[in-house]
């Protein structure tokens, strides 16, 4: 029988690990993971169209969307494929991570994720990608989920939404390669090739998610344990019926005892499963109520939703409410470099800032409601102006503010909550402020647009959430310090 203390004792660290080797090493995956974001959205890797002027002279298509002959819908269909994998396994991982090791559910992801990319590469038909894009969201979702909290577990303590800040930059900055990369490779080459590339790139972080001895989380206990637990239960109990039948037989086991052990142990297993997954779906059931009840917690995923909202839609029609209002020439550069920038330097900030006041949720909630509401202001004032220098430098501001909640707001997800909750926490956030943030606030923005006819009045509306969001994070710090 395995002591019951053991389960909780500490195991000693593996040889290979060290807290900043580690941090090197998501940062490092993350970066591959939106480099792939970025890749994909580029003119190099998802190309074009066949196009036919006035005289009938065509145009050849490129990148994936020429080579498929595919229609702007379709091409649209490849980024909510990638999605609907990333929102459904999300929580599922994070479920998992209850019984089984979190690292190597990871080692799994990375895994799904790099094969995914490889099929992307050799794929044949649209439907073909589409699902292999599907399957890279999934693979990217154990990730999402679990690295965050290894990542809290292992930094320093005065530290912590420092080194959180120094993982989430890896967004922005994968993101920008990723335009790069995919337009490089896929102007250079052959689109397929950028995708190669990734998987070759992801390949050692996978195969190493599997060789290594695997870190555990805090608040769970070792999985091998539990393994040996449960073995010596099913055993005894398989014991005690194999006895009880004996003591039926009287005697007759001896002739027919093999095939009857036999059916009781193959009886006993598939009892054993079925018991497994209910009491998987009773868990999670429980755990998502604990969370659901959680006041910090729903606040803190409500102003993030708001928050997303907005931003989803600034990278989605940024660019094309610049040139209308401003009359942009390079709306493209222009946005997207204000954004890369301010994204990375906004979100190193934010982590540092909160380290210094003094890592707290109340504190977090602070600094997540006074950098809104100020980036809201900002942001605000840049699209009433007529000039564009003056709006180029208090958009830049704007986002500079907005974006130094990305630390702060993924530290109140990991802290609100216990240990062993922390996955699931992250990634119930995910999957809230994609469902109900970034996913619908693009086609509400374009009706919006359609209806009014003045992209002015539209940013205008659109960053006024931004003081929703601000307002929300309020009531958590009011609720925090004056429970």
């Given at each position: 029988?395995?002591?019951?203390?053991?389960?909780?004792?500490?195991?000693?660290?593996?040889?290979?690990?060290?807290?900043?080797?580690?941090?090197?090493?998501?940062?490092?995956?993350?970066?591959?993971?939106?480099?792939?974001?970025?890749?994909?959205?580029?003119?190099?890797?998802?190309?074009?169209?066949?196009?036919?002027?006035?005289?009938?002279?065509?145009?050849?298509g490129s990148g994936i969307q020429g080579e498929f002959d595919l229609t702007n819908f379709q091409d649209g269909l490849l980024s909510s494929a990638f999605m609907v994998g990333l929102l459904v396994a999300s929580p599922i991982f994070a479920s998992l991570a209850k019984s089984y090791n979190?690292?190597?559910?990871?080692?799994?992801?990375?895994?799904?994720?790099?094969?995914?990319?490889?099929?992307?590469?050799?794929?044949?038909?649209?439907?073909?990608?589409?699902?292999?894009?599907?399957?890279?969201?999934?693979?990217?979702?154990?990730?999402?989920?679990?690295?965050?909290?290894?990542?809290?577990?292992?930094?320093?303590?005065?530290?912590?939404?420092?080194?959180?800040?120094?993982?989430?930059?890896?967004?922005?900055?994968?993101?920008?390669?990723?335009?790069?990369?995919?337009?490089?490779?896929?102007?250079?080459?052959?689109?397929?090739?950028?995708?190669?590339?990734?998987?070759?790139?992801?390949?050692?972080?996978?195969?190493?998610?599997?060789?290594?001895?695997?870190?555990?989380?805090?608040?769970?206990?070792?999985?091998?344990?539990?393994?040996?637990?449960?073995?010596?239960?099913?055993?005894?109990?398989?014991?005690?019926?194999?006895?009880?039948?004996?003591?039926?037989?009287?005697?007759?086991?001896?002739?027919?005892?093999?095939?009857?052990?036999?059916?009781?142990?193959?009886?006993?297993?598939?009892?054993?499963?079925?018991?497994?997954?209910?009491?998987?779906?009773?868990?999670?059931?429980?755990?998502?109520?604990?969370?659901?009840?959680?006041?910090?917690?729903?606040?803190?995923?409500?102003?993030?939703?708001?928050?997303?909202?907005?931003?989803?839609?600034?990278?989605?029609?940024?660019?094309?409410?610049?040139?209308?209002?401003?009359?942009?020439?390079?709306?493209?550069?222009?946005?997207?470099?204000?954004?890369?920038?301010?994204?990375?330097?906004?979100?190193?900030?934010?982590?540092?800032?909160?380290?210094?006041?003094?890592?707290?949720?109340?504190?977090?909630?602070?600094?997540?409601?006074?950098?809104?509401?100020?980036?809201?202001?900002?942001?605000?004032?840049?699209?009433?102006?007529?000039?564009?220098?003056?709006?180029?430098?208090?958009?830049?501001?704007?986002?500079?503010?907005?974006?130094?909640?990305?630390?702060?707001?993924?530290?109140?997800?990991?802290?609100?909550?216990?240990?062993?909750?922390?996955?699931?926490?992250?990634?119930?956030?995910?999957?809230?402020?994609?469902?109900?943030?970034?996913?619908?606030?693009?086609?509400?923005?374009?009706?919006?647009?359609?209806?009014?006819?003045?992209?002015?009045?539209?940013?205008?509306?659109?960053?006024?959430?931004?003081?929703?969001?601000?307002?929300?994070?309020?009531?958590?710090?009011?609720?925090?310090?004056?429970?």
């Amino acid at each position: 029988m395995v002591p019951p203390s053991s389960s909780m004792d500490p195991s000693p660290p593996p040889s290979w690990f060290t807290p900043k080797r580690l941090l090197i090493i998501f940062c490092v995956i993350n970066m591959i993971n939106y480099v792939d974001r970025g890749a994909i959205a580029s003119n190099g890797v998802n190309g074009s169209s066949e196009t036919c002027d006035d005289k009938g002279i065509c145009k050849s298509g490129s990148g994936i969307q020429g080579e498929f002959d595919l229609t702007n819908f379709q091409d649209g269909l490849l980024s909510s494929a990638f999605m609907v994998g990333l929102l459904v396994a999300s929580p599922i991982f994070a479920s998992l991570a209850k019984s089984y090791n979190p690292f190597r559910l990871i080692g799994v992801g990375l895994s799904v994720w790099t094969l995914s990319v490889a099929g992307c590469a050799s794929a044949f038909s649209f439907w073909f990608i589409a699902i292999c894009r599907m399957l890279v969201g999934v693979g990217e979702a154990s990730f999402i989920s679990l690295a965050a909290p290894f990542i809290d577990d292992n930094a320093p303590v005065s530290q912590k939404t420092a080194w959180l800040a120094m993982f989430y930059m890896c967004i922005p900055t994968g993101i920008a390669l990723g335009y790069v990369y995919g337009g490089y490779v896929g102007g250079y080459f052959h689109w397929r090739y950028a995708f190669w590339g990734e998987a070759l790139l992801m390949l050692p972080f996978a195969v190493f998610g599997f060789l290594v001895k695997p870190l555990q989380l805090k608040g769970f206990s070792p999985v091998e344990s539990k393994k040996a637990l449960a073995s010596v239960e099913t055993v005894s109990s398989v014991t005690d019926v194999a006895d009880s039948k004996a003591s039926k037989l009287d005697g007759r086991m001896l002739v027919g005892g093999d095939g009857i052990i036999g059916d009781e142990l193959s009886k006993t297993s598939k009892s054993e499963s079925i018991h497994n997954i209910l009491n998987q779906l009773s868990r999670f059931a429980k755990d998502m109520k604990v969370l659901l009840v959680d006041k910090i917690y729903v606040v803190n995923v409500f102003g993030y939703i708001a928050y997303n909202f907005v931003i989803g839609a600034y990278s989605y029609w940024g660019p094309k409410a610049g040139y209308n209002i401003y009359h942009m020439k390079s709306a493209d550069m222009l946005f997207g470099g204000v954004t890369i920038v301010c994204g990375i330097l906004g979100t190193i900030s934010g982590g540092f800032i909160l380290d210094r006041m003094g890592a707290t949720i109340s504190n977090a909630f602070i600094l997540l409601s006074g950098a809104t509401f100020l980036g809201a202001i900002s942001c605000f004032s840049a699209f009433c102006l007529r000039s564009l220098y003056g709006f180029i430098v208090l958009f830049a501001v704007g986002e500079l503010l907005v974006f130094a909640t990305q630390a702060p707001v993924n530290y109140v997800c990991l802290h609100c909550v216990r240990p062993s909750l922390r996955p699931l926490s992250m990634a119930i956030s995910t999957v809230s402020i994609h469902i109900f943030g970034d996913v619908p606030s693009s086609p509400l923005v374009g009706i919006l647009q359609d209806h009014i006819n003045n992209w002015r009045d539209t940013a205008l509306i659109l960053t006024s959430i931004l003081f929703l969001a601000a307002g929300i994070w309020f009531i958590g710090a009011i609720n925090k310090m004056f429970p």
